[in-house]
């Protein structure tokens, strides 16, 4: 699958939540702007500044007009662990076969270590109501990046 870009339609996922059952991209269309972001591991120090990043600025996105979704290839236990213990307020997908993270572009051949591995690209992803990408950031560094998003999709209200 190419790379996505803004304006692009965002390709269709339904994925098992940390919250029970599964969710879907259809789920926000025509109802709330969604903020996806792809990060490589619970429990990790990047991947827990991030979530708790978005955490704290849940309310400010609901205002905003914009669901939340953190997603990786953790299992659902891995996921639950990692709400409980940094009580995050919004769900976590578990893509397990990172089939969505394929269709998103950000599952990429990384060098842990002089090791060569499958892994998520760090990447966020606005996608509008209307389910077109509106916004796309790659390689995110975790600093003031919720606050960036944040930014973003209050112009889009």
């Keep these: 699958m190419g790379e996505l870009h803004e304006g692009d339609k965002a390709p269709a996922f339904e994925l098992p939540a940390s919250t029970g059952g599964t969710i879907a991209l259809a789920d926000f269309l025509g109802r709330q702007h969604l903020v996806l972001y792809f990060y490589p591991k619970d429990m ?15 309310e400010e996105f609901n205002e ?36 969505v993270a394929q269709a998103y572009g950000v599952w990429k051949e990384k060098n842990m ?39 973003f999709v209050r112009q889009l209200a």
Excluded at 44 to 58: K, M, N, W
Excluded at 74 to 97: I, R
Excluded at 123 to 131: L, W
Aim: glycine share 8%; net charge positive.
């Design 44 to 58: 990790t120090p990047g991947c827990t500044q991030e979530a708790c990043s978005f955490r704290d600025l849940h």
């Design 64 to 99: 905003a007009g914009a669901a939340i979704l953190g997603v990786s290839v953790d299992s659902l236990d891995s996921h639950a662990k990692f709400v409980a213990k940094h009580e995050l307020s919004f769900p976590l997908l578990s893509d397990a076969g990172a089939l």
């Design 113 to 151: 270590y002089g090791k060569r591995k499958m892994g998520v690209e760090r990447s966020t992803f606005v996608i509008d109501r209307s389910g077109l990408i509106r916004r796309v950031w790659r390689k995110v560094k975790v600093n003031e990046h919720a606050d960036e998003v944040l930014e």
